[in-house]
């Protein structure tokens, strides 16, 4: 059994940081790749960005990209999403996902939320202007 668990939400103002970290247990961290993923009221789970087991090869969505940044220490079994530039529509439950790495990493597969098999309980993202 694999667990997760985010920490490092909280309120911000619009422009602002924080760092969400993911701390996995309970198998060989190493081999795994990771995403995050976040949801907003009232609409569905997307894919923010993803790191494979490796950490050589990063993927994010279109929204995020050139503000947030993946990645990971695996001697402290922790995956980071730093958020900067942070603006109102950030705003949502963020998920650490993981799944195992001896599989292909794409650009499709990284991203799609039905192919992590591991999920955290998430932690909250508020962005007020």
């Known amino acids: 059994q694999v667990q997760l668990v985010e920490s490092g939400g909280g309120l911000v103002q619009a422009g602002g940081s924080l760092r969400l970290s993911c701390a996995v247990s309970?198998?060989?961290?190493?081999?795994?790749?990771v995403g995050w993923f976040r949801q907003a009221p009232g609409k569905e789970r997307e894919f923010v960005a993803g790191i494979t087991w490796r950490g050589d090869s990063t993927y994010y969505a279109d929204s995020v990209k050139g503000r947030f940044t993946i990645s990971r220490v695996n001697a402290k079994n922790t995956v980071y999403l730093q958020m900067n530039g942070l603006k109102p529509e950030d705003m949502a439950v963020y998920y650490c996902?993981?799944?195992?790495?001896?599989?292909?990493?794409?650009?499709?597969?990284?991203?799609?939320?039905?192919?992590?098999?591991?999920w955290g309980q998430g932690t909250q993202v508020t962005v007020s202007s």
């Open positions: 996902a993981a799944k195992e790495g001896m599989y292909p990493a794409t650009v499709q597969t990284m991203g799609a939320a039905r192919t992590y098999a591991y």
């Open positions: 309970g198998r060989t961290f190493s081999v795994y790749h």
